[in-house]
């Protein structure tokens, strides 16, 4: 099966800024994208991006500071994270849909990596 790496957690303050990275084992000829959970609530979507990088989907609380990209040649897709509150904090994943429109759910991706953590402190 596909294997997913997280990478670029950390800890940061508010306001800052943190990029996360996630290389994939073989080619992803799908739409890719990033969820994320905190303890005690439900895995929510973050952005997502079709294969091509011509679509891009974010959640509204994200819209405008996230910035999600890929790079195929590498099999890799980056989250740039810009003005980060504590409300960021989580664990964040990375996946790999079966589909090539951008999906908001998690019955939308087949694939998940093992995640990486991000602490936005105040």
């Known amino acids: 099966q596909v294997q997913l790496v997280e990478s670029g957690g950390g800890l940061v303050q508010a306001g800052g800024s943190l990029r996360l990275s996630c290389a994939a084992s073989?080619?992803?000829?799908?739409?890719m994208g990033w969820f994320r959970q905190a303890p005690g609530k439900e895995r929510e979507f973050v952005a997502a991006?079709?294969?091509?990088?011509?679509?891009?989907d974010y959640a509204g609380s994200v819209k405008g500071r996230f910035t999600i990209s890929r790079d195929n040649a590498k099999n890799t897709v980056s989250l740039q994270m810009n003005s980060l509150t504590p409300e960021d904090t989580a664990m964040y994943y990375c996946?790999?849909?079966?589909?090539?429109?951008?999906?908001?759910?998690?019955?939308?991706?087949?694939?998940w990596g093992q995640g990486t953590q991000v602490t936005v402190s105040s």
């Open positions: 996946a790999l849909s079966l589909y090539s429109n951008t999906q908001v759910a998690t019955t939308g991706y087949a694939y």
């Open positions: 073989e080619r992803a000829f799908a739409v």
């Open positions: 991006i079709t294969y091509s990088g011509r679509n891009t």
